[in-house]
């Protein structure tokens, strides 16, 4: 199950590029996770050879985006995202920035959404738009995410990002983390006309 929010202020043309439109993702039929995403990472590359995403990966970028990318298709939590929600926001990604954190205490949820975005590796042209972002919490089971919480991480991140950009939401829990909590994050980044 996954929880979509779309946010939008006025109307949204998007430019096309002069490229075709990258292909569904294919499923594999019974994936191991980290496999699956080392999968999804090596057909993103292919497929999208002529995006500056692709173009700015370097062999470090690439093993950061990989672990987070490991962490957020191995969550199969309350509400999952899958590898179609992270293939949807990788495949139109003329930039994409992307990160993890974690972060414990009293107002973990405002200095955990700060360190995510203050840490996030940025592929391509950062003053770009988001156009789509895909958000993954992970809680632990002594003190799991509140609704005030989720809140106030969103309104930051969209207030950060653009309030133009999709949000795919995803939560689960991670017995390890204790009282803290762990933000994944991807946001691609493209030229919308409006």
């Known amino acids: ?18 490229r075709p439109l990258m292909q569904d993702y294919p499923i594999l039929s019974h994936p191991e996770l980290p496999t699956q995403a080392a999968a999804l990472l090596a057909h993103w590359k292919q497929e999208g050879v002529d995006l500056s995403a692709v173009q700015a990966l ?26 179609q929600d992270v293939w949807e926001v990788l495949s139109d990604a003329t930039s994409l920035q992307f990160g993890m954190a974690t972060g414990e205490g009293h ?8 360190q995510l975005l203050t840490s996030s ?9 988001a ?10 089971m002594s003190a799991e995410l509140e609704m005030d919480e989720l809140t106030q ?7 950060q990002t653009g309030r ?12 390890a983390l204790g009282e803290g909590i762990r933000l994944l994050l991807l946001v691609s980044r493209r030229i919308i006309l409006t």
């Open 1 to 18: 199950m996954r929880t979509t929010c779309f946010v939008a202020v006025g109307l949204q043309l998007r430019e096309e590029s002069a």
């Open 58 to 83: 370097t062999p470090a970028t690439e093993n950061r985006l990989l672990t987070v990318l490991q962490h957020i298709l191995t969550d199969t939590g309350e509400i999952n995202v899958d590898h």
């Open 107 to 114: 107002s973990r949820a405002e200095v955990t959404g700060q």
């Open 121 to 129: 590796t940025m592929l391509g042209d950062g003053s770009l738009p």
């Open 131 to 140: 156009h789509r972002m895909l958000l993954a919490i992970q809680s632990g």
């Open 153 to 159: 991480i969103l309104e930051y991140l969209m207030d």
């Open 164 to 175: 133009q950009a999709e949000v795919v939401f995803g939560h689960g829990l991670e017995p």
